[in-house]
């Protein structure tokens, strides 16, 4: 019994955004497209909780003779895609229309733009509960195809050129990764003989240790650059910011939010498997370096930017580096920080751009100069906007703040992992540190100057309540509420599934 | 004993023959004959691939290799074939990089492809001596192609020239990976070619050029 | 090897490639010519044409410039004879050549170097415009070939553990004693074809068939010759081309070589090579109708992938042997 209803709800996982989006290019009328989508995303989050629960109870979950591998880790990333992936459907009911009324997007697209979301979200589930690494990559480069088309929605020349660069770079990007997957199929060849099975996560496991540990180093490097492009990692992160500020509001939400974290998903997957034939310290120090780097990288940019939406987009890369930190760092404590940094930079970051939408509606600029005044003439999106920004900032009565702290207390204690350098704790922590506060400062300097202040007499005053305000008020009262308690069965997921990542 | 050595040096053959047309287009500068050429390599891959499966007697290499002719000899050279005369657009004048030192620097990156595999290639099969090394080389002279051109088509060949690296890899390596892994990187790499072909269009249409150094609204 | 041979076999095997050599070549480039007629439609000269060539040129008196010194008259001796010396250095159809002991890849590497450095001499003596012009490209030409060259040579030398033609050709074609990785073999096989192509002045580097002031470097360099002299010049240079087919053959294909000097395996051997050598003249023929000329500044792009190609051929043995 407990093992069919498993099984409806892993292939409910795919056909409610496949039928969706079926559905969706067969329709026309705005109010069905999107009773469409918020039926099928929200029928996705059911599945979701299900599955969630068989894992608590289970472990893992396998279906369909071992083509779907679940366990607590892709439990918390499908938590992540339905949590935002429901947020951004109700915003879209209000988003999408108003766009469609202020003719930036012709009625009879409308369903492209829908069909295209539910792939998108379809191919991040696949990539998440695929026990094959080949089908995973698959899965991935069609996250790029199918937002592609959605980030250049708007058909401007910047959203064109957004678009290229990030059709370009990410398939590049990806395409290192292919080598990676082929080289770990090469080193599970001679051990598990050439069958289909010899790309699955489960077979993988469990003759890790009898694989080849120099083409486990060797694949694990092409997939961190691969799957790190995608994650928007320095130095291969210049398509990030572009993309994210061309993008339509929900589009650049489901990018920052759960495009990033199934990267990271992917990089964590095959790193699950080559800790075990390689020390740990190895793809440990990969991550953390280059967690260091884009993390400190990103916190100087926040400090120049002109445009909130670019200024959201630097901090998304800052962020990442530090739940790719905390990665590498490992360790229980280290992992439930960086996977609970996954959850609420999703949630802050979907925020942020769900206001950061609103205010370009309203002010038609996205120059932070040019918007003043938000708090007068829209008030619900002003408290958004604070919300997202100090719970970007790392502020303290906010969920960031907790599980920054717990990576930077993890890097504290166990210091950088040492494959090449042996550095101490102290050094990475201060910079970690110094660079947040930079952050800070030029997260809340600009924020403030948009926020209050008078605004221009020409832009129209009131934000009546509307459904999309919905998932703002929601998100808003989860960040605060998880920097305080998780609740039971998050918490066990979580721990359970940095505890895997620990190799335990 | 005497097959299986011969089944080696044929497969190498053919990678060789691979790595030969990647220094072609590296050293072309019409992007007609770069598309020709592509398809070339194309085909070589795919004949490749029919020997690795000829000898190996894997079944399921056949059908990549038909999917090879049929989406990268046939239908993707055919796109940007039409892609190219609808932009009118016949050369690439000026380039990050000139031919002579492109062709330098993708020698020093067979080299590095080939430092790299060492470790590893002693573990390998029988029929593989250094075709994952060339795989390897194609791929990042691919990747430096990219870097080094402008125009936008090119930039999209050099990128399926990668593809054709990562195929070889996996076909030479591996033995072709798991059949569904495979008709899901045909569809992908044909996707893509189909929507960046459509995006050279679109760029055509709103910068009057497909020059990828007129991007440039974008900036910090 | 050559001890096995009575001195009077060793004499008429060399006397036999030589007149082999001299009769051939005009043949090749008629073959040439004719494949191109064929392929733009045209019917074409005869088969023979380019006999009657150098058999009108050689009835002509020729004219020598008053400003031409003395290399003008004698620099199409020595082309001749250097062709016609390093002609006898490759094994034709017979691998064991009685020149062997002299068969060495660097001296025919230097035996064509002096042809091309003496006709280049002679474009400049005559002082006019265009064969200084012809001379300089032909020297731009030359200084980056003769890289790729040596290099491709050497890396065939490598996997066959020697520089001596003879040897190398009898060992590949008895397939003992030689590395028989594809890679460096066909690196080097691209790289020494486009060497061939620019070294003998074929399309795309060079257009033998156009006498257009804008573009011409070979036919430059050697307008000021007439008669018996021009007769010599294109005879050597129809000459060079064949060497270097038989080179490509030999070297990278060397099967059906007679390997013994008997009637029946030297019979065989010259059919083959026949069949080679035609079949490489059509392949030029094909490619000169199939790619247009490139512009001369566009030279190094071909001439560099050349070099780069004979380069990883080399390193490819090194590699692979390490």
Redesign the interface.
Known sequence: MNWDMTTIAVSLLLLAPLAGGGLSLLLTSSRRLHLTNLVSIGLLAAAEAAVMRTVLHEGRVTAFDEIVYIDALSSVILFIIGTVGLACSLYMRSYMDEQVARGVIAAKRLNLFFFLFHMFILAMVVATIAN?L??Q???I??T??AT??LI?FW????S??????Y??LC??GI??A??G???M??SS??VLG?V????NITQLQQVALQL?P??LK?AFVFLFVGYGTKAGLAPMHSWL??AY??APAPVAAMLAGVLETVAVYAILRSRGIVDQAVSPDFTGTLLAVFGLISFALAAF?LL??HNYKRLFAYSSIEQMGLAMVGFGVGGPVGNFGGLFHLINHAFAKSLAFFAAGNIHRRFKTVEMDRVQGVMGVLPWSALALTVAGFALAAAPPFALFASEFQIISALGSSGLPSEWTTSGATLPVVVLLLCSLVAFAGFLYRLTGMIWGTAAQDVPHGEPWSVGHIPTVVLGSLLVGFCWILPPPLQKLLEAASLFLSGR | MITAHIATQLVDFGSALLLLTCFAIVAQRRLSACVDLFALQSLFLAMTAVLVAYFTGIRHIYYAAALTVLVKVLIIPRVLKRVIERLNVTRELVMNVNVPASLLISGALVMVAFFITQPIIPFGHLLTRDSLAIALAIVLIGFFTMIARQKAVTQLIAFLVMENGLFLGATAATYGMPLIVELGVFFDVLVAALIAGIYTNRLQDAFDSVDTTHLSELKE | MMSNHPIALAVALSIGQAVFLLALSPFVVGLIRKVKARFQCRRGAGLFQPYADLLKLFRKQPVVSTTASWIFTVTPYIVFASTLTAGLLVPMFASQMPLNFAGNIIALVYLFALGTFFLILAGLDAGSAFGGMGSSREAIVASLTEPAMIMSIFAIALTAGSTNLSTIVHRTALLEGIVTDPSPHVMALAALFIVALAETGRVPVDNPATHLELTMIHEAMVLEYSGRYLALVEWASAMKLLVFLTLIANVFAPWGIATAVTPAALAIGLAVYGVKICGLAVVIGTLECMFAKLRLFRLTDLLGVAFILALLGLLFFYILRG
């Open positions: 094959s080949g089908v990559w698959v899965a480069e069609a790029t195809l592609t088309f250049a058909r401007r020349r910047e064109l050129e957004a678009g290229w660069k059709l370009i398939s590049v395409s290192l292919l080598f997957v082929v080289l199929y090469y060849l001679r050439d289909s099975s010899a790309l080849d120099h083409i060797l910011p572009d500020t061309e940019f120049i930017q």
